[in-house]
């Protein structure tokens, strides 16, 4: 059964920063994506990044330039550094394991609260 926990959220004011983590039970050579999501209160639940297993990053518009998504397959883990935080980064952040075998499989954390102040 695969297993992600996300942790580095908390709270920072605006222009600050935070690293995320996801860790993952198993080797993240397997995924063919890993990718990072947020929610915020009363929204849906929208992608933020995404890193392919052969390194390639993609990011949405309104982080671009300032978060970067990484891994450590030693570690078994993905990140998220987030700089220039502002409070409309403010959300549950997710982290998202694709699998592509003869169908696609997507797995999820259970997420990590970052709340930006002004």
């Known amino acids: 059964q695969v297993q992600l926990v996300e942790s580095g959220g908390g709270l920072v004011q605006a222009g600050g920063s935070l690293r995320l983590s996801c860790a993952a039970s198993?080797?993240?050579?397997?995924?063919?994506?890993m990718a990072w999501y947020r929610q915020a209160p009363g929204k849906q639940r929208v992608l933020v990044a995404v890193?392919?297993?052969?390194?390639?990053?993609t990011y949405t518009d309104p982080v671009k330039g300032r978060f970067t998504i990484s891994r450590d397959n030693a570690k078994n883990t993905v990140y998220l550094q987030m700089n220039s935080l502002t409070p409309e980064d403010t959300a549950v952040y997710y982290c998202?394991?694709?699998?592509?075998?003869?169908?696609?499989?997507?797995?999820w954390g259970q997420g990590t609260q970052v709340t930006v102040s002004s």
């Open positions: 890193i392919l297993s052969g390194g390639m990053t």
């Open positions: 198993g080797s993240i050579f397997r995924f063919n994506a």
């Open positions: 998202n394991a694709k699998e592509v075998v003869t169908v696609t499989l997507n797995y």
